[in-house]
């Protein structure tokens, strides 16, 4: 059996970017680790979840190890730097924040578990972090520095494939399956990667209802009114069953990891 180290910036990017991906591998026997580099301590909770007194960051922690275990993973991590806020925000300069790490000392951090654990796969997210937000972007410059200096096999981005959810909006509203009152998500040339970026993809749409489940186990950034909750189950399956990621360079086929070659599947041949 395989192991698939997964690494992000904060609690619920794992469930959301990538916990069909973890699901499926972690069904299949895989060994799954989380490693997180932040505790999302300055993102605002959803209203009435914390109790009085309750810290942020130590409610997302817990939630962290309930979506591991939702998803199958038996190990998780943090490095311990703290939230950097969005681009531009003042908290990106504050001390001991990920974006402001020294990366070839964050490096260090995260590859002391990857040689602990020797994955097959490191996830990581792709340049822009997915969005443009500074701890996603240090997520991929962290990782791929840890990947060379412990000698990943492969390194597998996560990113959102623009073109797909393009697609999916444009069928869903011409075939009227939107649900009544709902707008179409705006199109914004910095969301994710266009599809002639993208390598694989990884078919998760039997694994939705532990993805959605990871994603309600971090109730308090992820409630029940949110966009991605409240769509509807057939609409959330296929937006959400497919995860996609940037391979760079693709493994030889003669020597790639046996769990790479099962779970990612090539978008072009």
Same mark, same amino acid.
């Given at each position: 059996m395989g192991t698939i180290v997964s690494f992000h910036a904060?609690?619920?990017? $794992?469930?959301?970017?990538?916990?069909?991906? @973890? %699901?499926r591998a972690a069904a299949a026997g895989h060994r799954v680790v989380l490693v997180f580099a932040t505790r999302g301590e300055l993102?605002? %909770?959803?209203?009435?979840? @914390? $109790?009085?007194g309750e810290q942020l960051s130590v409610r997302r922690t817990a939630e962290s190890y309930a979506s591991a275990a939702?998803?199958?993973?038996?190990?998780? $991590?943090?490095?311990?730097y703290t939230d950097s806020g969005p681009m531009g925000a003042p908290s990106n300069d504050a001390p001991y924040s990920f974006w402001r790490a020294n990366v070839e000392h964050a490096a260090k951090l995260l590859a002391v578990i990857l040689d602990e654990e020797e994955p097959d796969i490191l996830t990581t997210y792709d340049d822009n972090g997915g969005y443009g937000r500074p701890d996603h972007i240090q997520v991929h410059r962290v990782g791929a520095r840890a990947a060379e200096l412990s000698a990943v096999p492969v390194v597998a981005q996560v990113t959102i494939n623009r073109d797909w959810m393009t697609r999916g909006v444009r069928g869903v509203t011409e075939a009227g399956q939107a649900p009544e009152g709902w707008e179409a998500p705006r199109e914004v040339p910095t969301f994710g990667k266009p599809e002639s970026e993208i390598t694989h993809r990884v078919d998760a749409v039997d694994f939705v209802d532990q993805k959605r489940a990871s994603m309600r186990a971090h109730a308090s950034q992820i409630g029940p009114e949110h966009v991605l909750l409240a769509m509807p189950e057939p609409m959330f399956a296929m937006g959400m069953g497919v995860e996609f990621f940037i391979v760079d360079p693709v493994p030889n086929p003669a020597s790639a990891p046996e769990v790479f070659e099962e779970l990612f599947t090539p978008l072009r041949r």
């Open positions: 904060h609690p619920d990017d $794992e469930s959301i970017s990538s916990g069909g991906t @973890l %699901a993102d605002a %909770a959803v209203p009435g979840v @914390l $109790e009085p939702v998803l199958g993973a038996q190990r998780v $991590e943090f490095l311990g």
